[in-house]
């Protein structure tokens, strides 16, 4: 077995991939840039090497220095985890010649699965079932709209060296055809430095089911069974179970022989994903395969019980399969939920910040958390905004579910806003419960599964105003000094020896008025609090950020963090966020103006699609912002013009500044 292992990745895979190297008496060494001096990964490795600055393109890409750090730590393998290196041919055959064990498939097997247009001609050619498609040479904006006519729309664009959603977009009129093209290719320019593009036949609610399959140097080959990745935001997975539900053994069986025919018609080793289509007439069609492990590779080791990157060390190490077809088998159902942060109700954008509060579920043997994360990390621009995968099992689909649900109830985070409260409205969805599920669900159900902002806070006001009241004691008993407390500052709202008070608590753009009055039960103080026209008795301890409380009898648990904005409490999966306000503020003024054309997010402006005074139409996209490899466009509210644009292609924006002035044309 290999010496020291080389990860060339960062985060939460390699964070999973050390803890199997460790098991197995391997030394590990990591690679951090500028912003991951710190991290996760970099504290768990035997060894760590800096790589470089903090984009990817300057550090975690940079496959001739890796090799370099690798010769001069002594590492005799590398393994890539996923993205970034892990399906790049030229890396592999970097460490080939080097002597260094590329932990993946050969050479020969990325190169022939790396473009997708490609491995449709393989795949055809080895009988695997194929979506009708284009993917040849004609790459003319006239040729690929010819096909997609003949095919009939709606179909989907796709970046032929693509993956995770970059560079793909669904057309469902000719209209659209030319637009949709333009973005497409200037995505996967940007992502893979490649805009070849293949057109196919988009299928409608069609589930999405991937194969995991593992071969050795000895031609050998098996399937770990299949996982359901069809509920994604942006061709981008979210949640994933295994094994995919409805699936018969038959169909299982054919699956998985398509997939290893698959595998087997490239030479493949390692290992390896092959994701189909499969529609609701149970016929299935090969989508891509990914030459690498997968995200959501978790779940086939919570229903098989083995661990696939050790299977994945031995078969680099030129040993056989651990086990044979008929050994392995399914036990139980797995989910797994990616935390990440994000804004479902701005598009799934990704948000950025540092992680003030991170208080994951406690893990057992139902519930692991993958994560590359602590308590007080940044969420960067520069990466994948993945916070975490929370991993659960049980013996059934609906025992696992239930066991999703309270986990997530259970995982807190604050500091950035969080998919959270989202995957648990869907994962609590009648629709998803009875497996009504399809790779349109977020969309088909998106009303239902978005937060409401005009959610009922009240239940959770007087739970906050507690926390206030025993802080506020602590406060006075310790002569602490607590920058954040509204109790520390010089105004009307203080604790004094009255038995009333008023505390005002603003959530969101609303105020509450909290009326408090303190009395003693025994030795034991309690306090009276009436909300509007409802009355609470309310008492509790507070332990750090714990606050156990009896609001009317009920007793429960709350997390509690403070931070410069207020306050945040988490309890019984719900969340509150709130400042308190002084109780003789009077009318505050109205500020709010039109907020404009401002960016949504950190980012750099990567095209400006119109002139300034050029003529538009309503709807036009006028700009468009990149972050985290993803596009976000500005539209005309309106027909009119661009007065002028702020900021030019190239350009760094903070989130919220205004990027350009919009002039619309009269009415006649």
Same mark, same amino acid.
């Given at each position: &077995?290999?010496?020291?292992?080389l990860?060339?990745?960062r985060?939460?895979?390699?964070?999973?991939?050390?803890?199997?190297?460790?098991?197995?008496?391997?030394?590990?060494?990591?690679?951090?840039s500028?912003i991951?001096?710190?991290?996760?990964?970099v504290k &768990?490795a035997?060894?760590?090497?800096?790589?470089?600055?903090?984009?990817s393109?300057?550090?975690?890409l940079q496959?001739?220095?890796?090799?370099n750090?690798?010769?001069?730590v002594?590492?005799?393998a590398?393994?890539?985890?996923?993205?970034?290196?892990s399906?790049n041919?030229t890396?592999?055959?970097?460490?080939?010649?080097?002597?260094?064990?590329?932990?993946?498939?050969p050479?020969?097997?990325?190169q022939?699965?790396g473009s997708k247009?490609?491995?449709?001609?393989?795949?055809?050619?080895?009988?695997?079932?194929l979506v009708?498609?284009y993917?040849?040479?004609?790459q003319?904006?006239e040729?690929?709209?010819s096909?997609?006519d003949?095919?009939?729309?709606?179909v #989907?664009?796709?970046a032929?060296?693509g993956?995770?959603?970059?560079g793909?977009?669904?057309?469902?009129q000719a209209?659209e055809?030319?637009d949709?093209?333009?973005?497409?290719? =200037?995505e996967?320019?940007?992502?893979f430095?490649?805009?070849l593009?293949?057109?196919e036949k988009? #299928?409608?609610?069609p589930?999405?089911?991937?194969?995991?399959?593992?071969?050795?140097? $000895?031609?050998?080959?098996?399937y770990l069974?299949e996982?359901d990745?069809?509920?994604?935001?942006?061709?981008?997975?979210?949640?994933?179970?295994?094994?995919?539900?409805?699936?018969?053994?038959?169909?299982?069986?054919q699956?998985?022989e +398509?997939?290893?025919?698959a595998?087997?018609?490239?030479?493949?080793?390692?290992?390896?994903t092959v994701?189909?289509?499969?529609?609701?007439?149970?016929?299935? *069609?090969?989508?891509?395969m990914?030459?690498r492990?997968?995200?959501? /590779?978790?779940?086939?080791?919570?229903?098989?019980?083995q661990?696939l990157?050790?299977?994945?060390? =031995?078969?680099?190490?030129?040993e056989p399969?651990p086990?044979?077809?008929?050994?392995?088998?399914i /036990?139980?159902?797995?989910f797994?939920? =990616?935390?990440y942060?994000?804004?479902?109700?701005?598009? $799934?954008?990704?948000?950025?910040g540092?992680?003030? #509060? #991170?208080?994951?579920p406690?893990?057992?043997? /139902?519930?692991?958390v993958?994560?590359?994360?602590?308590?007080?990390?940044?969420?960067?621009?520069? *990466?994948?905004p993945?916070?975490?995968?929370?991993?659960?099992?049980?013996?059934?689909?609906?025992?696992?579910?239930?066991?999703l649900?309270k +986990?997530?109830t259970?995982?807190?985070?604050d500091?950035?806003?969080?998919n959270i409260e989202?995957?648990?409205?869907?994962?609590?969805?009648?629709?998803?419960?009875?497996?009504?599920?399809?790779?349109?669900?977020?969309?088909?159900?998106?009303?239902?599964l978005?937060?409401?902002?005009?959610?009922?806070?009240e239940?959770?006001?007087?739970?906050?105003a507690?926390y206030?009241?025993?802080?506020?004691?602590?406060h006075?008993?310790t002569?602490?000094?607590?920058q954040?407390?509204?109790?520390?500052?010089?105004?009307a709202? =203080?604790?004094?020896?009255?038995?009333?008070?008023?505390?005002?608590?603003?959530?969101?753009?609303?105020?509450f008025?909290v009326?408090?009055?303190?009395?003693?039960?025994g030795?034991?103080?309690?306090?009276d609090m009436?909300?509007?026209?409802?009355?609470?008795?309310?008492?509790?301890?507070l332990?750090?950020?714990?606050?156990?409380?009896?609001i009317?009898?009920?007793r429960t648990?709350?997390k509690?963090?403070?931070?410069q904005?207020g306050?945040s409490?988490?309890?019984?999966?719900?969340?509150?966020q709130?400042?308190?306000?002084?109780?003789d503020?009077?009318d505050?003024q109205d500020?709010?103006?039109?907020l404009?054309?401002t960016?949504? &997010?950190?980012?750099t402006v990567?095209?400006?699609?119109?002139?300034p005074?050029?003529?538009?139409?309503?709807?036009?996209?006028?700009?468009?912002?990149?972050?985290?490899?993803?596009?976000?466009?500005?539209?005309?509210?309106?027909?009119?013009c661009?007065?002028?644009?702020?900021?030019?292609?190239?350009?760094?924006?903070?989130?919220?500044?205004?990027?350009?002035?919009?002039?619309?044309?009269?009415e006649?």
């Amino acid at each position: &077995m290999f010496s020291k292992l080389l990860i060339a990745n960062r985060g939460e895979i390699s964070c999973r991939i050390i803890k199997t190297a460790k098991r197995m008496g391997i030394l590990t060494v990591a690679l951090y840039s500028d912003i991951d001096k710190q991290a996760l990964h970099v504290k &768990m490795a035997d060894e760590a090497v800096y790589a470089g600055p903090s984009p990817s393109k300057d550090s975690y890409l940079q496959a001739q220095k890796i090799i370099n750090i690798a010769l001069k730590v002594g590492a005799d393998a590398i393994h890539p985890g996923y993205g970034f290196l892990s399906e790049n041919a030229t890396f592999a055959n970097l460490c080939q010649q080097n002597d260094i064990v590329f932990v993946g498939p050969p050479v020969n097997a990325i190169q022939a699965m790396g473009s997708k247009s490609e491995a449709k001609k393989i795949m055809e050619h080895a009988k695997v079932p194929l979506v009708p498609g284009y993917h040849g040479e004609d790459q003319s904006a006239e040729g690929l709209k010819s096909h997609a006519d003949k095919m009939g729309y709606p179909v #989907l664009l796709k970046a032929a060296a693509g993956g995770g959603g970059k560079g793909m977009r669904q057309v469902w009129q000719a209209s659209e055809f030319n637009d949709a093209l333009a973005a497409a290719k =200037r995505e996967a320019m940007s992502s893979f430095s490649d805009d070849l593009m293949l057109v196919e036949k988009y #299928l409608i609610e069609p589930r999405h089911v991937e194969i995991q399959v593992f071969c050795d140097n $000895f031609g050998e080959g098996v399937y770990l069974f299949e996982r359901d990745c069809s509920v994604q935001r942006r061709h981008q997975k979210i949640i994933e179970e295994a094994p995919a539900f409805g699936m018969t053994e038959e169909l299982r069986a054919q699956m998985g022989e +398509a997939a290893l025919k698959a595998a087997k018609a490239i030479d493949y080793a390692g290992a390896g994903t092959v994701e189909f289509l499969l529609d609701s007439n149970g016929q299935f *069609y090969f989508m891509e395969m990914n030459t690498r492990l997968q995200v959501e /590779h978790p779940v086939t080791e919570m229903i098989t019980g083995q661990d696939l990157v050790e299977w994945q060390l =031995r078969v680099a190490n030129n040993e056989p399969l651990p086990l044979p077809q008929q050994a392995l088998s399914i /036990h139980g159902h797995a989910f797994e939920a =990616r935390i990440y942060a994000e804004d479902p109700n701005n598009e $799934f954008l990704p948000a950025t910040g540092k992680l003030s #509060l #991170l208080h994951p579920p406690i893990e057992s043997e /139902h519930v692991r958390v993958d994560t590359g994360v602590i308590q007080g990390d940044d969420v960067s621009v520069f *990466y994948d905004p993945m916070i975490a995968k929370l991993i659960v099992w049980d013996e059934t689909r609906d025992k696992a579910l239930a066991r999703l649900t309270k +986990a997530l109830t259970e995982y807190h985070i604050d500091g950035v806003v969080t998919n959270i409260e989202f995957l648990y409205k869907l994962a609590s969805s009648v629709p998803f419960k009875a497996e009504q599920i399809d790779t349109g669900f977020i969309e088909k159900h998106q009303d239902s599964l978005l937060l409401n902002e005009q959610q009922d806070v009240e239940p959770l006001l007087p739970v906050a105003a507690l926390y206030l009241m025993l802080h506020n004691k602590q406060h006075l008993e310790t002569n602490l000094n607590d920058q954040f407390s509204p109790w520390s500052q010089g105004n009307a709202w =203080r604790a004094n020896e009255l038995h009333h008070q008023k505390l005002e608590l603003m959530v969101g753009k609303d105020t509450f008025v909290v009326q408090v009055s303190q009395a003693y039960v025994g030795k034991h103080i309690v306090y009276d609090m009436k909300i509007g026209h409802q009355e609470y008795r309310c008492s509790g301890v507070l332990e750090n950020d714990q606050l156990i409380s009896t609001i009317n009898g009920h007793r429960t648990i709350s997390k509690v963090n403070a931070h410069q904005e207020g306050y945040s409490v988490f309890c019984s999966g719900k969340v509150i966020q709130f400042q308190a306000l002084q109780a003789d503020l009077g009318d505050t003024q109205d500020n709010a103006a039109d907020l404009g054309f401002t960016a949504p &997010m950190n980012g750099t402006v990567i095209a400006i699609l119109v002139e300034p005074q050029q003529q538009v139409e309503k709807g036009q996209p006028l700009i468009v912002i990149e972050a985290m490899k993803m596009e976000h466009s500005l539209k005309a509210p309106s027909s009119g013009c661009v007065s002028e644009f702020y900021f030019k292609a190239g350009d760094l924006v903070d989130g919220g500044v205004e990027l350009l002035a919009f002039q619309a044309n009269q009415e006649a």
